[in-house]
């Protein structure tokens, strides 16, 4: 446990608090920096909604209605019930810093629950599409070195299901040195081990040695040797999104969905497809079963005679 001094002032406290979130439970970076811009916004709201100056004893002694106001403005704003649950959960994990570190006894907060959120099916990208926007990086990009760089990585995140930062946060020896499998980090830190097919390894080893940067650690980078990042990755899928005319569903993060659907959809089991995204729970791996079944409905619905006979009665 940290032991605080009892006057810290509110921005002291926030930091303390975020720096144990990081290095003692061991969350993502992306989820700390979510948690720390839903602090600071719930800060704003409060000064609009009590025309003041907020404080630490604001915070530490903050009420429900408070609470409900805020998850109603951030929906009018138009946030979605996952982003209004998230910024619930930061600030009862806050609260119970707090509680620790005996700045307070209790709030009721720590007890309330997180409104509903509507899971929606993820979007598949179907094998051709994928083929499309690999083909595509060859006209979006003119650098050798940065084509080849593009099409593994994008081939990679796709070939065993990674998460973006999963596959930015790689280093070279990892990936050269390991045999069938390498080690990937996801969240909280938590790491799992994930096949390298060796199409993905024979068009790592010819980036590399295209890239010139071979004193870099980061197996992908910029142009100026740097680790890449996720930004880019995101800028690069939508440019081909774009060029392609397709949805807006389709994201570097759409290619991990896909992964699993397409090895559901030829008869993987779940509890290997858990394994190989580095899900905690079954259940989260369960949600590509009802997009493969789903994804099956339609085809029989376009294809089955009988069913396209019904149809025309």
Same mark, same amino acid.
């Given at each position: 446990?940290?032991?605080?001094? %009892?006057?810290?002032?509110?921005? &002291?406290?926030? +930091?303390?608090?975020?720096?144990?979130?990081?290095?003692? &439970?061991?969350?993502?970076?992306?989820?700390?920096?979510?948690? !720390?811009?839903?602090?600071?916004?719930?800060?704003?709201?409060?000064?609009?909604?009590?025309?003041?100056?907020?404080? *630490?004893?604001?915070?530490?002694?903050?009420?429900?209605?408070?609470? *409900?106001?805020?998850?109603?403005?951030?929906?009018? =704003?138009?946030?979605?019930?996952?982003?209004?649950?998230? #910024?619930?959960?930061?600030i009862k994990n806050f609260l119970k810093f707090c509680i620790k570190n005996k700045l307070i006894e209790h709030n009721d907060i720590t007890d309330m %629950?997180?409104?509903?959120? *509507? %899971?929606?099916?993820?979007?598949?990208?179907?094998?051709?599409?994928?083929?499309?926007?690999? #083909?595509?990086?060859?006209?979006? %990009?003119?650098?050798?070195?940065?084509? +080849?760089?593009?099409? @593994?990585?994008?081939?990679? @995140?796709?070939?065993?299901?990674?998460?973006?930062?999963?596959?930015?946060?790689?280093?070279?020896?990892?990936?050269?040195?390991? #045999?069938?499998?390498?080690?990937?980090?996801? =969240?909280?830190?938590?790491?799992?081990? @994930?096949?390298?097919?060796?199409?993905?390894? &024979?068009?790592? /080893?010819?980036?590399?040695?295209?890239?010139?940067?071979? !004193?870099? =650690?980061?197996?992908?980078?910029?142009?100026?040797? &740097?680790? /890449?990042?996720?930004?880019?990755?995101? =800028?690069?899928?939508?440019?081909?999104?774009?060029?392609?005319?397709?949805?807006?569903?389709?994201?570097?993060?759409?290619?991990?969905?896909?992964?699993?659907?397409?090895?559901?959809?030829?008869? #993987?089991?779940?509890?290997?497809?858990?394994?190989?995204?580095?899900?905690?729970?079954?259940?989260?791996?369960?949600?590509?079963?009802?997009?493969?079944?789903?994804?099956?409905?339609?085809?029989?619905?376009?294809?089955?005679?009988?069913?396209?006979?019904?149809?025309?009665?």
């Amino acid at each position: 446990m940290v032991i605080l001094e %009892k006057d810290l002032g509110l921005k &002291e406290l926030a +930091k303390n608090w975020l720096s144990y979130l990081f290095n003692s &439970e061991f969350l993502s970076k992306n989820t700390v920096d979510a948690y !720390e811009q839903d602090l600071a916004l719930l800060v704003e709201f409060l000064e609009y909604y009590k025309s003041k100056t907020i404080n *630490r004893e604001d915070l530490l002694f903050i009420t429900k209605q408070e609470i *409900r106001s805020w998850i109603l403005f951030k929906k009018n =704003k138009g946030n979605s019930d996952k982003s209004c649950a998230r #910024g619930l959960s930061a600030i009862k994990n806050f609260l119970k810093f707090c509680i620790k570190n005996k700045l307070i006894e209790h709030n009721d907060i720590t007890d309330m %629950k997180a409104p509903k959120i *509507r %899971k929606n099916l993820p979007r598949p990208i179907a094998i051709d599409k994928i083929n499309d926007i690999l #083909g595509a990086i060859y006209v979006l %990009k003119k650098t050798d070195w940065i084509i +080849k760089r593009d099409r @593994v990585l994008l081939f990679f @995140v796709y070939s065993v299901g990674l998460r973006i930062n999963e596959a930015l946060s790689l280093n070279k020896s990892e990936v050269l040195d390991a #045999g069938e499998f390498i080690s990937v980090f996801g =969240k909280g830190g938590k790491a799992r081990m @994930v096949p390298i097919v060796d199409k993905a390894r &024979e068009l790592i /080893l010819d980036y590399i040695k295209s890239s010139g940067f071979e !004193e870099s =650690k980061a197996l992908f980078v910029n142009r100026f040797g &740097e680790r /890449l990042s996720a930004s880019a990755v995101q =800028k690069l899928v939508k440019k081909a999104r774009e060029m392609l005319d397709l949805p807006d569903s389709v994201t570097p993060h759409a290619l991990r969905h896909s992964c699993a659907t397409h090895i559901i959809e030829s008869g #993987g089991d779940l509890r290997s497809v858990q394994e190989l995204l580095g899900h905690a729970s079954i259940s989260s791996t369960q949600i590509y079963s009802a997009v493969a079944k789903s994804h099956l409905l339609d085809v029989y619905d376009k294809c089955h005679p009988m069913r396209r006979k019904r149809h025309m009665e």
